[in-house]
């Protein structure tokens, strides 16, 4: 029966592909228009130094808001960006509103170590942008070294020159983070031959925190921090997972237990309520 069908399957869509066709050639239009509409914006979730406490910064997440589909999550459009090199201008925008933000905040005193940006394969292929990040620096006059690029474990992995790449991101005076990291089968000794600051442990590990799943999270940690990198636990749900990450003295977290992502108004209270004046920045 099922032979008898299968010369079908080359020739015609289901009637759902066709339905997600036509929904991404929709999203795809109106991605096109979307800069200049002004409808991104960047929200920030704050990432918390374990140790003490206190925020140790901030990472930028984009948002798409269109007038006639509403709210658009990332993981439907990005991968569009993606697809069709949108993701170069509006990468190049959100480096820029991010520097431009964080010397805003910094002008009000809120002194945070970092920014974080997530930064896709695309932008970094493109050949010109250690050149535009520079520009975009100079231009904010954001000291390079309060920005972070998120780069994914499997971006490291797909680009040939990556170790030409975080080198020349290094001289900048900006600070890596490896995104997602877990998920990529790349090795922690090839990594320590690369100038990554942070490995940012997946959320799947940290879920796995409520079955059992210590033994990996626990062994990241630990090699991550002998081989020198600063260790960030990403999507803390729970007061167990906090506890766990705490006792194995994972440097830094990030989840909903602290806060969901917030508009750039928010952050300073935000700020003000952890890194109270007379503490010090950071450690
Ligand atoms: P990511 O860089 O790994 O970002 C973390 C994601 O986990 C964010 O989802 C954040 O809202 C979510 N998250 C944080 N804490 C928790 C938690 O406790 N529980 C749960 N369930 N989720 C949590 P978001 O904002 O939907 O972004 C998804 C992905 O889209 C990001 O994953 C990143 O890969 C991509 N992305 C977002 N903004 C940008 C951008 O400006 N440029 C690029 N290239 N990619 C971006
Ligand atoms: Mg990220
Ligand atoms: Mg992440
Ligand atoms: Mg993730």
């Known amino acids: 029966h099922a032979k008898s069908?299968?010369?079908?399957?080359?020739?015609?869509?289901?009637?759902?592909?066709?339905?997600?066709?036509?929904?991404?050639?929709?999203?795809?239009?109106k991605l096109r228009k979307a800069l200049e509409n002004e409808e991104f914006t960047v929200v920030y979730q704050p990432l918390v130094n374990l140790n003490n406490g206190q925020m140790a910064g901030i990472e930028a997440l984009l948002r798409w808001h269109n007038p006639e589909l509403g709210s658009v999550p990332p993981s439907e459009f990005i991968p569009i960006l993606e697809t069709f090199g949108l993701i170069i201008p509006v990468g190049r925008w959100v480096l820029y509103e991010v520097c431009r933000q964080m010397k805003a905040w910094q002008q009000q005193g809120i002194m945070m170590e970092r920014a974080s940006v997530n930064?896709?394969?695309?932008?970094?292929?493109?050949?010109?942008?250690?050149?535009?990040?520079?520009?975009?620096?100079?231009?904010?006059?954001?000291?390079?070294?309060?920005?972070?690029?998120?780069?994914?474990?499997?971006?490291i992995l797909q680009i040939k020159d990556s170790s030409d790449t975080l080198d020349s991101l290094q001289e900048i005076g900006v600070k890596v983070s490896i995104d997602d990291f877990g998920t990529g089968y790349s090795s922690l000794s090839y990594l320590k031959q690369l100038p990554i600051d942070t490995l940012k442990i997946d959320k799947?590990?940290?879920?796995?925190?409520?079955?059992?799943?210590?033994?990996?999270?626990?062994?990241?940690?630990?090699?991550?921090?002998?081989?020198?990198?600063?260790v960030l636990a990403e999507g803390i749900e729970n007061e167990n997972q906090l506890s766990y990450l705490k006792q194995q003295k994972c440097n830094e977290g990030q989840g909903y237990l602290f806060s969901k992502p917030v508009q750039k108004e928010e952050i300073p209270n935000l700020y003000h309520q952890t890194n109270r004046p007379g503490l010090p920045a950071g450690k």
């Open 204 to 230: 799947s590990f940290i879920d796995d925190l409520d079955a059992d799943g210590e033994f990996l999270v626990n062994t990241i940690i630990h090699m991550g921090k002998n081989l020198k990198f600063k």
């Open 5 to 29: 069908q299968g010369g079908n399957q080359y020739c015609f869509n289901t009637p759902d592909q066709n339905m997600e066709m036509q929904r991404n050639y929709q999203l795809e239009m």
């Open 119 to 155: 930064v896709s394969p695309l932008q970094l292929k493109g050949g010109n942008f250690a050149c535009e990040l520079k520009e975009i620096l100079t231009e904010t006059q954001l000291d390079p070294s309060y920005l972070e690029l998120e780069i994914t474990e499997g971006t």
